[in-house]
């Protein structure tokens, strides 16, 4: 059958009208959105999801200011690692963090556990200079980390839930790979405050993560908004 002009955009025009009737159903447990440059046109406890950074923005990651503009120095010593920890760097990203954790776990491991294999292709490179012996890549799915089940003592998340696709079934899949106690470590920018310079879909407020981490079986434990000049450092613990 021949298409003709009039029947195409008829067409269109059925199927503007059925979306915006909301016949395309969301995935459960999210709302449809608007797509917006910085979004991925999808929202979770009606916040909405911003989309993930690409392994070009590597370099951004390890620029040579974040120390300063983010205080990361002073990031770990607030987080009480102990020598034998089993840390999972969650969106690892280059790695920045995981090598920072990796000389303060001697008898542990580091997890760096990314959905972009070329950010791992990255620190498995710094790897093969000597670096990070105790640091193990992961490859993880955009809603599983595919990190072993209650075998992780503190998970660290700098910069990257957020930009979760599936926010409810990684908090699920993080609490799988805890250990019954074990802390997850939420670090973002801080939403509530603007004069920090990120755009509004990358930062959180402490509002907003408490309820998406209490959906998920996690008990708030502490929120330190003051040591980092823009993130939250926000824990939360596996009861
Ligand atoms: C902004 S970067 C932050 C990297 C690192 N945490 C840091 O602070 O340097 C966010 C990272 O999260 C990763 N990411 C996004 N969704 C993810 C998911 N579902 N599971 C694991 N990593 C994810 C991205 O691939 C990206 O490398």
Known sequence: ?????????????????????????????????????????????????AAIMGADGAAWLDRSE?????????????????????????????????????????????YAEDIQQEMLDLITARQAKGEGKNIIPVLGGVADTRLPPNSVDLILLVDVYHEFSYPR??????????????????????????KVPIKDLHKMTEAQAKKEMAVVGLQWVSTDSKSLPWQHVMIFAKP
């Open 1 to 49: 059958m021949r298409l003709t002009i009039r029947a195409i955009s008829n067409m269109a025009l059925i199927a503007i009208a059925l979306m915006s009737a909301g016949a395309f159903a969301a995935e459960e447990g999210y709302a449809n959105r608007g797509m917006t440059l910085e979004g991925i046109g999808k929202a979770y406890m009606g916040r909405d999801i």
């Open 66 to 110: 974040r120390a300063k503009e983010e205080g990361t120095d002073k990031l770990l010593p607030l987080l009480g690692i102990k020598s034998t920890d089993v840390v999972a760097d969650i969106g690892a990203g280059s790695g920045y963090f995981s090598f920072r954790i990796s000389p303060l776990v001697p008898q542990g491991k580091v």
């Open 169 to 194: 079934e990684m908090g699920q899949a993080m609490v799988r790979a805890l250990k019954p106690g074990g802390r997850i470590a939420l670090v973002e920018y801080r939403g509530e405050d603007p």
